[in-house]
């Protein structure tokens, strides 16, 4: 394949075109093709989409990026560049469409053809969030009583090689979705049959005002290579391929580790090396220093037992120990939470098993870490001073307990937050680590003074 | 649907049996049909199963649960069951030839078709984790020189309901992949045409040893509603659908979630209700108990400086204060790096880049911080009573200073934790959050006394 490539640049260097290997290079995969041509200048470029009929230059143009296709769109006027745009796929067409400015939307519109025009602008006019947003117009329909043979016929009439034509949709006179079918059913039937005898019905939809990750859940409930997408009075829209779902799918996933973590970004965010050190901070600043404000109250506990501190300063040395402890237990509990929820394994109903599961879990990792912990404290503090009245062991013993009851509480908040977000109908990823890690820090230091004070009759 | 459905459970409950029912029953989309059916207790399941001919039967029950595929057959003997085993769809077959005992699985051998125990075998023979162990043999195959009209005669002769169709795959007369095309291809095109003509050629491919989550990136690039999986003498051994993709990226976010909160799952982990108490404890107590080991380094630095605390009490109160924010900071910064990475928006060469950008984002959230902690410390504080040497005012701003430093140092550390990993070969996300946690709280701690001593002159 990269030996095709190379001969292909060789001969747009030397201005030289061969039928021959036009042919080949219709074979191979379009995004390799696009991404050796998105590399190439405007006027290299131009020579190269020539090698192609319009329909190929329009799916090749639509994989590149969007920043090189505005680049391109930008060096030529906008007539030239409708007959390019004309032929894109409809979801692609309509993304560049919409990082056009004002002036060059109104500037590219008399040009293209008016099918296409108001495609776009239908397109272009839904929440990029929705179903509407990301679907597709490139798709094929049938009559409910067509024959087998009409139906091929008419595929065939129709083709044009930006249709998706694994599925077909069948629809009735008021252009509502009644059912789908394969193109392997099609094949495989009689050409007398009529489509009512093979027809998949109801087909599994969605409204073109869902949210796009409940398309994808769709798609992936289904098995589908397509969702058609309806309006309110059931009538087809568009289509999302399986592909676009796998997109969301991914984005979902950097929004929910991004979330976990306290990090708000804006929708359609860059890539990490484009956005500014200024679009980064707005991001990130606002849920550390919430936090951090909300940390408040752990200090206005610490200051309350400052006296309790005073007379056993060993207590001091330990609080982070605790905090740190606490924390990752809180976190750990949390994350397994929030992925048992987003698979769909569990469900805010569950809470009682949930928890009770978890207080079993985190019971034998407090013994492990307490008893971890009386160690440390023995170890480190062995040569330090303490006042009379106690023995090292008795407070390696009240810390080591301070900390198993840490752990536990801790680990069933973080597995709480979670549950109570989703049925709160909130995107369990908010009860994010770092809240999680706050809150736990306040039950553990009331924990840590409370058993100083109890056990060892501090003040 | 919800109708058809119910009018099902009344004839089941009445054992009656309505033909024109089953006509509509086969309508619908098979996920629902199989989510009501596995409700079913065994008997009504094999009335209900009596509805469809043998090869609907197989693709229904693959999609129940395997827990329930598992209880149904083991309420059947080995004869039975294997009508209902030789039509599943392969990859399912395969995995729940995987879950029976080595008992059970010499049992059900004997009475499988010759073609389906081979194929069993074959695919059972695949690490999982592998392009071979997530692999269906379902597909189609032509040869390069026929023409179009003799491809579809052969297509509708091979015809078997599990096959995939969406492309049908082009192999030479030694099983090697030459190239693949759509259906749609096939009936738009003339019948005297011959494939070699309208085939795609190279097709994308990946070996049948490769990762999975290699083959799920491969289908996401080329847009593939299948991959074709080759052996290295480019033998066409299976295929990887667009489906199983999906589930490959769904289970790697779990790993990634889990792997940065410092949870070792097993393989092939169970749902979170299924996994037992001790499977659960297992997965995270390692990681727990390592970090509270590693953490009796912080532990040592406060012992070092425990003098230092005795004389100034107050900076002890505040340490939590810093284990905090230092944690949350660098969380923050090795996710928004660990996902940058995943999504290939930089690589470890970036890492000047990088570091250089969180420095300066890390500024500002620092001044942020610092500001804040400064009038905490003194709203906090306001009456303990302090040395006379030193005046509330220096202390905080000692302590925010601190602060800040520590801030800035934990964005960077955080930032370049994964990218260290990731150019020794290791998963990003394995600089888990609460590694950082533990490495920013010991380089957190230095800082604090470092800059006590140093501008308050101390111990």
Redesign the interface.
Known sequence: ?QQVIDRWKGQLEQTRFSLDLAQELK???P?ELAQFMQELDNSDLVRALSYFDSEEQGLLFSQFTISRQLDFYRSFSAKRFASLFNHMPSEDRTDLFQQLTKEEQQELLPFLEPLVRQDVLNLAAYPAESAGGIMSTDFATLNLHMSVESA?MK??KD?DSKKM??HVYVVDPYKNLV?YL???DL??SKPSETLDQI????A?SALVTEDREEVARK?????L?ALPIVNAQGQLLGIVT??E??DV??EE??E???K????HSEQESL???ETN?WQ??RA??V???S???V??V???I??RY?AT??SL?IL??????L???G???G??S???????LA?G??KPL?WM??IF?EF??SF??AC??GL??YG?VL???WE?EVPEMYSLWQIAGVISFALSLQVITATCIGASLPLMVRKFGGDPAVAA??AI??IV?ITG?LIYFGCAVWLLGLQ
Chains 1, 2 share one sequence.
């Open positions: 394949m074979k191979l995969p995004i091929l595929l065939r083709a034509m694994y059912g394969s193109l392997k094949i495989l027809i998949k019905s109801p599994p798609i992936e409930k289904y098995d290579v399986y592909d779902a796998i799918i991914r996933h950097t929910d580790m991004e976990f973590m306290g990090i890539p990490y090396l050190v980064h901070f990130r600043v849920w550390v220093v936090l951090a404000a940390g408040i752990s200090g206005m610490i200051h400052e501190l005073e300063i001091a040395l330990y609080m982070p120990m905090a740190d402890t924390g990752n237990a976190s750990q949390a994350t397994v939470i929030v992925r048992a698979l394994q569990i569950h098993k949930v599961k079993r879990i034998f990792i492990c870490l971890l912990a440390k170890y480190l503090s330090t680590s770092p890690t706050t820090d230091l």
